[in-house]
């Protein structure tokens, strides 16, 4: 029991697995961001476009609700809801991406030295000079 344990300290604290914990715990902060930035920011802007249409509260009802039983309904304005929430959050995220990798080209742009031309070794250029010598 005490080896499977060590095992496990050793994969948990491998910096490969603790980059992805954070990733997760930042990526799951992001996201809800990105999700009161669609829900409070975008959809009521597309709600105002379409005629202030409130899409979640469109449904196919199956059957009425009573005093002894709730409402059965299809609820296909939440899907069309949560289709445009994906759409809004994959482009930001696509926005926010790709503007990190453009700074980071720059930064690589910048650190990068630049080509020098090969440095042919003197026994080379001896035996080029010999071969030129040779033609003539």
């Known amino acids: 029991m ?3 344990f060590d095992e496990f300290k050793t994969f948990a604290m491998k910096g490969n697995v ?3 914990a954070i990733g997760v715990v930042i990526g799951g902060a992001f996201g ?3 999700s009161s930035l669609v829900a409070d920011i975008f959809m009521p802007l ?3 476009l379409v005629g202030g249409v409130d899409f979640t509260s469109w449904k ?3 059957s009425q609700a009573t005093e002894t039983k709730t409402e059965v309904a299809i609820t296909y304005g939440n ?3 949560v289709i445009f929430d994906f759409l ?5 995220i696509f926005l926010f991406v790709k503007s990190i990798n453009k700074l ?3 930064k690589e742009e910048a650190a990068a030295p630049a080509p020098q031309e090969p440095v042919t070794p003197e026994e080379i250029v001896l035996l080029r000079e010999i071969r030129d010598s040779l033609k003539k």
Not at 88 to 92: G, K, N, S, V
């Open 2 to 4: 005490a080896k499977i």
């Open 18 to 20: 603790l980059d992805m």
């Open 32 to 34: 809800k961001i990105v």
């Open 46 to 48: 597309v709600g105002l």
């Open 60 to 62: 196919f009802v199956l």
């Open 79 to 81: 899907f069309i809801q």
């Open 88 to 92: 809004f959050i994959a482009w930001i």
């Open 104 to 106: 980071t080209a720059k």
